[in-house]
């Protein structure tokens, strides 16, 4: 159970289901005057990008991942209920059950367009085109090191294979796209002549891949404005996440007038995976709320990363964007004070955009006067700013011991309110009256801090905000 509905079944008594909100002077989120608004630019695509989903292509390359035929369907169902573009899966030449997979999603009759990813190699083709799929992404390594030490092929070797290859799709009258790969160690001129040849025979998308995760923000931008004024046909960009760039990149590409980005749920991939799809959410909902919130239902965000953390048996992490435990978790007071008067002060993204909820923590030495005034509003008691200062220096002393919890905040606000009620000198907490000695004890009594790292919910001591 959500740690704010236990503490406001045990805490509250008033039969409240949720937590009051903490003010009606919440300011607006910022949509209206957005100073991270994209630069106007006619060739820029952030307000009209398009996903293919990788994480049953991509994400299948994830270290822990096994998904069988019934796991893929589901997951291909929910990326396409969170309303994804296109779903990729691995190519029907991998293996048979990959084949038979494949032609099972087609047959679902999803509104996402099926792709497979195969080799430039007429072999895959030939069963690719068999399965049923919208599309057939190509891919070829075009840099030296994959040319020399994977293929073992030159650029003449390339060009040939990839007009046989795009040809013969062509014909069948489904889309291709041909993509490079480890494009950002490629040669300029090679990546350039042969995405002008495959353009010039129709291609719908030439893809560029970072697949070592080694390219910038900015050199992303450069490659792909350039390639813009080389071919007409759209731009699909694939980031590897190695270097802690792979939202920044696909920024910068839609910016440069890329059109496609590829992503995968959490960012599961090879190594340590690509673009998360959450991640890319985030960017782009302080870009372009309007057609973010239109095209995708964020709502559903948190149960999709769920549904493959599960499947490939890892756990959400703390930080991660939009569903990270702590992701909308407001702790500091000075942070907590600004939150509960306007949440738009310190925080870029609206949690209530994903159906997520945002907590005010306001049960350590580093809580405010306002926080705990809004719990005491929460707690329906009544107490002058003057005692909810008081109260709080007294939470404070404590927090200075031991860690507390939600319900050790309650108690100590309503004993305090009792006492100053009362007339009564009751200690405020049980088994703490003087906090010096009950150090070690408190130290013993916390929990493991990995414990607390692996939860995918706020913490006992955060308070549903609003
Ligand atoms: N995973 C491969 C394939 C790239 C294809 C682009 N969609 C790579 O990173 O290079
Ligand atoms: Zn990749």
């Known amino acids: 159970m959500p740690p704010t509905e236990s503490v406001n079944g045990s805490s509250s008594g008033n039969g409240k289901k949720n937590f009051q909100p903490v003010s009606g002077r919440h300011g607006p989120h910022l949509n209206s005057r957005n100073p991270y608004q994209p630069v106007p630019d006619f060739l820029s695509n952030v307000n009209s990008f398009k996903i293919i989903e990788s994480t049953l292509r991509e994400g299948e390359q994830f270290a822990n991942a096994f998904f069988d035929t019934a796991k893929k369907i589901e997951i291909a169902k929910a990326l396409d209920d969170f309303g994804v573009d296109y779903i990729e899966l691995t190519s029907p030449a991998a293996s048979e059950q990959s084949r038979l997979d494949c032609e099972a999603i087609c047959k679902l009759g999803l509104k996402a367009k099926i792709l497979t990813h195969i080799r430039c190699h007429m072999d895959d083709a030939r069963i690719a085109v068999q399965t049923g799929v919208d599309g057939v992404d190509v891919v070829i390594g075009t840099s030296s090191f994959l040319r020399e030490h994977s293929h073992g092929k030159d650029m003449d070797y390339i060009h040939k294979t990839?007009?046989?290859?795009?040809?013969?799709?062509k014909s069948h009258e489904i889309e291709i796209r041909f993509s490079s790969e480890d494009s950002f160690r490629s040669e300029l001129v090679d990546l350039l002549s042969i995405y002008r040849t495959v353009d010039q025979i129709g291609v719908n998308r030439v893809g560029i891949a970072d697949t070592v995760g080694c390219a910038s923000p900015r050199q992303v931008y450069d490659l792909v404005r350039t390639l813009r004024g080389v071919v007409s046909c759209d731009i699909e960009t694939h980031f590897h996440n190695d270097t802690g760039c792979a939202v920044a990149n696909a920024y910068c590409a839609l910016e440069a007038g890329a059109t496609h980005i590829d992503t995968s749920v959490l960012g599961i991939g090879e190594r340590n995976g690509i673009t998360p799809l959450g991640g890319l959410m985030a960017r782009m909902i302080v870009a372009d709320r309007e057609y973010v919130t239109s095209k995708y239902k964020l709502h559903k965000l948190r149960d999709l990363e769920n549904l493959v953390a599960e499947a490939v048996e890892v756990n959400i992490p703390f930080n991660n964007y939009i569903t990270g435990f702590c992701a909308f978790t407001h702790k500091a007071g000075i942070h907590a004070k600004a939150i509960l008067a306007n949440p738009s002060t310190y925080e870029i993204i609206n949690p209530a955009d994903f159906g997520i909820t945002r907590y005010v923590h306001f049960a350590s030495r580093l809580t405010g006067w306002n926080a705990i005034k809004s719990r005491v509003e929460q707690l329906d008691l009544d107490m002058t700013d003057a005692q909810c200062k008081e109260c709080t220096a007294k939470i404070k002393l404590l927090a200075d011991v031991r860690?507390?919890?939600?319900?050790?905040?309650?108690?100590?606000?309503?004993?305090?309110?009792?006492?100053?009620?009362?007339?009564?000198?009751?200690?405020?907490?049980?088994?703490?009256?003087?906090?010096a000695p009950g150090i070690q004890e408190a130290a013993d009594a916390g929990e493991p801090a990995a414990k607390k790292l692996r939860r995918t919910e706020p913490d006992q001591d955060a308070a549903k905000c609003c």
Do not use: C, M, W
């Open 403 to 435: 860690p507390l919890n939600v319900d050790d905040v309650d108690s100590i606000i309503r004993q305090y309110h009792f006492n100053i009620k009362t007339g009564n000198d009751q200690p405020l907490l049980k088994g703490i009256e003087h906090p």
């Open 162 to 169: 990839a007009i046989e290859v795009i040809e013969f799709v």
